[in-house]
């Protein structure tokens, strides 16, 4: 008797049943973890986090003619994702992130690849073509700017430098902002008063650009005061110093008087450009990036012009508050892949050279410089305030025991008290202090730091 | 052989023990794919958020330290979570209440013979088949201050433009997005009525009843299993409130939490942004552990008041008892 007479028709039955839920169970338990964060995984392949609108199938199509034997998979940027799929052991090889705020937190939990074993060998580029600006993207352990790299500049700005709308200024007899002398924050709001325009409870035109209580924002604002938010060994937050409270003052004047979008009178396009090129506000909080977006639109181009990062004491600083970039995950299973196709976008490939000829950005590399546009008006002016701002451009010490968003997210929650009077500033200021503080704590007791 | 007897050796041949895992092997595999699946896909990681909640995990750490019930006593010392309930209580007795009775009365309407009755049954149910996400960006386009049509129809009659999407307005605009899906109760309870036997109507009607006695004492009394039904299903799915609320926020990616109006900040919201905005791992699944709690008393209480209130034609404690 052979073995498959053994076998009856029920235990068949049950094999084949048993075989097909957990087959069934398989596929599920796949679909789960690709929907819940998880990336379905090509063969060979690697999985980016990244924007689409950046890294469009052209660039994909461009790479992967190259490198066949390297897809890719592009998953939409968003930072609740990532998170998800950090926390459930399934990061992308490469993600998008700003590496001003998130280097440290992302180098000290050891999230990211040290690319200088890489770049050493690197055969198309040269750690002396690497703009300087590239240093955001390093950690020594202790603060931002020495130490190993984690992450490459896709394209950066000063990101509180703002873009104004010259017939708006005009048309309220208000001087045109210049090159070399940048406007205060009183100023900007006492400007945005005449050239906020309201009809039958809607606004037509916002005189400012949309402002909001971050944590990027507030540090740049006290650095011009010579001062900061985090203590030196960045474990603490304080806003209740004088300059702290200035800024956060400001922030509630803006609301309280109504001249741009806040977090309690919120722009519906959730970001500047659309009303900015709809005429419907007449600032745009922008560095030299935006100068892309207005390219698209010749109307908006005969209008928009770059102004410096206004001041609200008595030192210039223009800073970048993002230094957005690509970084590997130290978890990829294919790190020499990962790091060609780091390189080759942010720096050495044919897209690299399209963004800066369409001014999306200051190139990642020096030799990049010269391609950038100034053929229209408005490009060459930009390029001569961007110029002038550099000599002004500092990185801002962030805490590696938080992520930026929930200390943003924690000052946000306060605002709308404080907008409305229920909280003083004072008030304000020591409730963030301490909600801040408390994320801090917890991330430095993961950490194994004692605060 | 008689069905008594059918049952019995039916009863014998599959019960287990007597004959061991061989009897029921068959069963047990022919449910596995849902039994893997709910083990691997519910049982795990509500265990794995229960294992989380004593710890103060961000998400992220390698390390997760063991802290006991600290998070279970931070949430119930924090006035954000009492907060972000009683919002969501107040979400729950406003919807709920209309939409079963917004249901019912327009299901009674739709039943009665008049011109146009699929026509009208379509448009009544076509908001609920409409996909939520897309309901809630129209509503929210609608509802804009300078550009929504809501205050362009109110300023023909002079008004001046209200800012629907911040302050405590932002509520009406939920509360508006939460009704416009009447319609799934609607197409429940039409399908109840008519199911209420006809000749009970006309006893009532031999008997001397109105239209509001016939209503009251038969109609009502017939359907109100499903009625019932439609109680607890509501009542959980609004305090589950979470994407038209998210939805409603302002901004988009990862500020889209942040921004949420206090007004809107109903506990899912806040859950989310405490897993997701704050990193706190431990601390969200210990809310989302109490927030189960919550969710199962109130069940319990709706079904201790339903089992009072709620007629069965057929009487589920006697049913195959013999008389």
Partial sequence: MNALNNVSRRSLLSGAALFAGFAAAGGLTGCSASGAGGAAKK??????????????????????????????????????????????????????????????????????????????????????????????????????????????????????????????????????????????YDQLLEY???????????????????????????????????????????????????????????????????????????????????????????????????????????????????????????????????????????????????????????????????????????????????????????????????????????????????????????????????????????????????????????????????? | MSTQSLAKYVRSRNRPGASGFRGSGAFYAFISPWLIGTVLLTLFPLGYALWISFTNWDGIAPNQNWIGLKNYTDALSD???????????????????????????????????????????????????????????TWKLLFDRDSGAINGVTAIFGADAVSWMSGNTVFVVLLVVMLWGIGAGVLINLAALQDVPAELHEAARLDGANAFTAFWHVTLPSISPVLLFQVITTTIGVLQTFVPALLLSPANGPAAITAVPEANRVFMVDVYAQYFAYSKYGYASAMLWLFFLVILVVTIITFKIGGRTVFYAVDPSKEGKEG
Wanted: net charge neutral; aromatic share 8%.
């Fill in chain 2, 79 to 137: 006035p954000r979570m009492w907060a972000s309930l009683q919002r969501t209580g107040l979400l729950a007795l406003a919807v709920v209440p209309v939409t079963i009775c917004g249901g019912l009365a327009l299901a009674l309407l739709l039943n009665e013979k008049v011109h146009w009755r699929s026509g009208l049954r379509m448009l009544v149910y076509l908001p609920a088949i409409v996909p939520p996400v897309a309901a809630t960006l």
């Fill in chain 1, 43 to 184: 063969s060979g392949g690697l999985t980016i986090m990244g924007n689409p609108g950046e890294i469009t199938q052209e660039v994909i199509d461009a790479w992967v003619k190259d490198h066949p034997e390297v897809p890719i998979t592009l998953i939409k940027d968003d930072p609740t994702r990532l998170n998800a799929m950090m926390a459930a052991g399934t990061p992308p090889d490469l993600a998008r992130s700003l590496g001003a705020i998130s280097t440290a937190n992302l180098a000290s939990r050891g999230l990211a690849l040290d690319l200088d074993p890489y770049l050493a060998k690197s055969s198309t580029l040269k750690e002396a073509d690497l703009a300087k600006i590239n240093d955001v993207w390093r950690w020594d352990g202790n603060k931002q700017g020495s130490g190993p790299r984690y992450g490459f500049v896709k394209d950066w700005s000063q990101d509180s430098m703002f873009w104004y709308n010259t017939e708006a200024f005009a048309a309220a007899g208000i001087p045109l902002p210049t090159a070399d002398k940048p406007l205060t």
């Fill in chain 1, 192 to 451: 945005a008063e005449p050239m906020t325009k309201r009809g039958g409870g809607k606004v037509e035109q916002y005189g400012l650009f949309a402002t909001a209580p971050s944590i990027e924002n507030l540090s740049a604002m006290v650095a011009t005061t010579n001062g900061r938010i985090f203590n030196d060994d960045l474990t603490k937050a304080d806003f209740t110093s004088p300059e702290a409270r200035q800024a956060l003052q400001w922030h509630i004047d803006v609301a309280k008087k109504q001249v741009g979008y806040t977090l309690v009178d919120p722009n519906p396009d959730g970001w500047d450009w659309p009303p900015f090129d709809a005429k419907r506000t007449a600032m745009a909080l922008a560095g030299y990036w935006f100068g892309g977006m207005v390219s698209t639109n010749p109307k908006t181009a005969e209008f928009a012009r770059l102004a410096p990062a206004p001041m609200m004491g008595s030192k210039r600083v223009s800073p970048t508050t993002s230094a957005t970039g690509y970084w590997i995950s130290s978890k990829t299973e294919m790190k020499d892949e990962a790091y060609a196709f780091l390189e080759w976008y942010c720096c050495t490939g044919p897209n690299a050279k399209v963004r800066a000829q369409t001014g999306v950005g200051m190139p990642s590399v020096t030799t990049l410089t010269s391609e950038l546009p100034q053929a229209l008006p408005y490009q060459s002016e930009a390029m001569k305030v961007q110029k002038n701002e550099e000599q002004y451009l500092q990185v801002l010490p962030f805490s590696p025991y938080a992520q930026a968003v929930a200390v943003s997210a924690a000052i946000a929650e306060l605002f709308p008290r404080a907008a409305t009077g229920e909280l003083s500033v004072g008030q304000f200021a020591d409730q963030a202090t301490t909600a801040v503080n408390e994320l801090l704590k917890q991330g430095m007791e993961l950490a194994g730091k004692k605060g």
